[in-house]
């Protein structure tokens, strides 16, 4: 079994922990294999900034050529500032504050992704007042099953997210009637983590019949935003450090039915950055418990709420020691909150005070999601390049090496 770099432990020994480590080549791989796949059948990836939004991460990304998909006026903000080209800046979220909405409006995006005959109201009228045309994508809510964890599915009626079948007819009505908007495509996005790729499949049966609808009333859509969601393995991550982008953009190229002159539009997140990203730890304390014993970390939930939250399975490797006898642990963080647990009854090897403690595949909605709690700091972020001889520093590829 193959696992975290063994050289980078000693590197890592007097950088004060928790911290957050990412690996820019793996990064700059993935975008590669990713680039290539979708460039076959000319589709544009956006990439989805909630998962990671650290500036050196969207530097590279940015550079590799893909565009933006962003839940906030801060991420459309933040992707502007990182160059990422406006029209290929895209805006979704169930509740767009007005003064998103206006930034949206100021940078020009590519289009908001709307999802209620409320904010297509609110849309129309902002845009009124400041003079432009909002260029505006249905996001339909298709139910289809994700498949997984019941707080990642969003493409199911039960869930808040996007415009249900039954209301079309009424949204098409009033669209007709808001002067300050231009429908210039559809969105879909059923959920995160997905790794059977039915599901994908479902979802292109799903919009091919929309399309129907939407050709019956001929009513033209430039543009098919298929969303984000592709799954990666959390289990082997150093096994499927990239994700099998080829089957997955086949499928769509194979299911989907695309018009002349439609684009096909993606938002990947996690399968871009989770892989490239480790939370490093150190351990405070091995307690022993009435039936386990309790290895304690200085990085808690507050670094990474994604098992505390969704009961996620991430790795856990002990990288001071990987050898010798093992003991089963239960590897808690400091936070005074039962669930802040990384594993139950991981089999590690015996491990003491000190040793640094690897949690992988911490990527995406890693970083991003940590929080203050307990008035914790806000941990730091390092990358490959920062442990590597000055002569050796990697600099983002330009868009024609990727
Ligand atoms: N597009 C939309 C509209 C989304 O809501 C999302 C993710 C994406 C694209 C990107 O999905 P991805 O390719 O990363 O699966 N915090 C959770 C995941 C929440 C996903 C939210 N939406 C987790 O840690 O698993």
Not at 93 to 98: F, I, L, Y
Not at 157 to 180: A, D, M, S, V, Y
Not at 231 to 245: A, C, L, M, Q, R
Request: hydrophobic content about 35%; charged content about 25%.
């Amino acid at each position: 079994m193959t696992s975290f770099p063994k050289e980078l432990t000693d590197k890592f020994t007097n950088t004060p922990t928790p911290f957050y480590y990412y690996d820019l080549e793996l990064l700059d791989s993935t975008l590669r294999s990713m680039n290539k796949e979708a460039g076959r059948y000319g589709y544009v990836v956006h990439y989805a900034l909630k998962a990671n939004a650290d500036r050196t991460i969207l530097d590279r990304i940015m550079a590799s050529g893909l565009g933006a998909d962003c839940v906030s006026g801060n991420e459309v903000t933040r992707a502007a500032e990182s160059g990422f080209a406006s029209d290929r800046i895209v805006f979704a979220g169930v509740g767009k504050s007005d003064e998103e909405i206006l930034t949206g409006l100021e940078n020009n995006i590519h289009s908001f992704n709307c999802e209620s005959i409320q904010e297509l109201k609110v849309i129309d009228e902002l845009a009124g007042a400041t003079n432009k045309i909002a260029p505006v994508a249905l996001r339909l809510n298709p139910n289809v099953s994700a498949n997984t964890h019941k707080y990642i599915t969003t493409g199911l009626e039960e869930n808040k997210f996007g415009i249900n079948q039954w209301e079309l007819e009424t949204i098409i009505e009033k669209l007709k009637t808001l002067r300050n908007i231009r429908l210039i495509g559809l969105h879909f996005h059923i959920g995160s983590q997905i790794t059977d790729l039915t599901a994908f499949k479902s979802l292109c049966i799903k919009i091919n019949e929309f399309q129907q609808w939407f050709r019956m009333h001929r009513i033209e859509i430039p543009n098919l935003n298929v969303g984000g969601g592709l799954g990666i393995d959390y289990h082997e991550p150093d096994k499927h450090s990239i994700v099998d982008f080829a089957s997955f953009f086949r499928l769509f190229h194979d299911f989907l039915d695309v018009y002349p002159g439609q684009k096909v539009h993606f938002e990947l997140g996690r399968a871009v950055v989770a892989q490239c990203g480790t939370l490093i730890s150190k351990v405070l304390y091995i307690k022993n418990g009435v039936n386990t014993n309790f290895m304690i970390l200085d990085a808690g939930m507050t670094e990474l709420i994604r098992p505390a939250l969704y009961q996620a399975y991430h790795k856990i490797e002990n990288i001071s020691n990987s050898g010798g006898e093992s003991e089963r642990y239960d590897v808690v963080g400091p936070i005074c909150e039962s669930s802040d647990c990384f594993g139950k009854a991981q089999l590690l090897p015996v491990t003491k005070r000190g040793d640094l403690i690897a949690i992988r595949s911490t990527g995406a909605y890693g970083e991003v999601m940590s929080s203050n709690y307990n008035l914790r700091e806000k941990v730091k972020a390092y990358y490959s390049s920062d442990f590597l001889s000055s002569s050796k520093k990697e600099k983002p590829l330009s868009s024609s090496e990727y």
